[in-house]
């Protein structure tokens, strides 16, 4: 049995845990893990999704020399949407495995120490609070570029040099920078566009990526005690 002391405005108030009070804390444990587990669940879909798009449209480009280099323009745009759906699913995952981190640092952490669960009105009143006004404890832009940075980076870094690499050798290697344009033009928008349009694609994940990052290392240097607050 765990012995916790808490301090109200007068004096200090020795309190101990009870069986069922920790019988309880154990079941609200796994149920969060239980519904953190669900949603990374829900992450790795569509991951799974934007990875299996991509080799899609690789083997489509790829599968002649004749083939269109369009699905692979395409597919950048399919995997920023997966990015952009999985950016909402990760919000809600950080809720679930922030509590979850909370309750192995600040309460089965130290019992296993043999030290008890000290309610110093810390972690206890930053978790009750959490769950008396839930809410997301991370922006949709930091969600974005935690999960681009993680994962969804490489993914379109693959989508970029094989689109590189569809116009550099097919339909024959490549020579010249007008055979560059000719080769990059979908239907009646210009190479250059297409180009111009790629390299802003690309350069706006990247930028988002690195803005993030600071902000995330902010947000670090903070102190706080979780990231829930």
Not at 35 to 62: C, E, K, P, Q, Y
Not at 125 to 130: N, P, Q, T
Request: with cysteine; net charge positive; glycine share 8%.
């Amino acid at each position: 049995m765990a012995t916790a002391t808490t301090k109200n405005r007068d004096q200090d108030v020795p309190s101990t845990f009870s069986g069922p009070e920790l019988g309880a804390i154990a079941h609200l444990y796994r149920g969060e893990v239980y519904r953190s587990t669900i949603w990374r669940s829900r992450l790795d879909n569509t991951t799974n999704w934007a990875v299996l798009t991509t080799g899609v449209a690789l083997s489509i480009a790829f599968a002649s020399p004749q083939a269109s280099a369009l699905p692979l323009i395409l597919v950048g745009l399919l995997v920023a949407a997966f990015l952009a759906f999985e950016a909402r699913r990760y919000r809600y995952f950080n809720v679930w495995r922030a509590r979850c981190r909370l309750m192995e640092t600040d309460i089965y952490a130290p019992m296993l120490r043999g030290e008890g669960v000290t309610l110093d009105g810390k972690w206890n009143a930053l978790l009750s609070s959490d769950y008396l006004r839930p809410h997301f404890h991370i922006s949709y832009t930091r969600a974005l570029g935690r999960r681009l940075r993680k994962n969804y980076a490489y993914i379109l870094t693959v989508q970029a040099v094989a689109y590189a690499g569809k116009l550099s050798v097919h339909p024959a290697a490549l020579d010249s920078v007008p055979a560059l344009l000719e080769r990059a033009a979908v239907g009646p928008v210009p190479g250059v566009v297409v180009l111009g349009g790629g390299l802003l694609f690309h350069g706006a994940w990247i930028t988002l990526a690195l803005v993030t990052l600071r902000i995330e290392k902010r947000y670090r240097r903070s102190g706080a005690l979780i990231a829930i607050a």
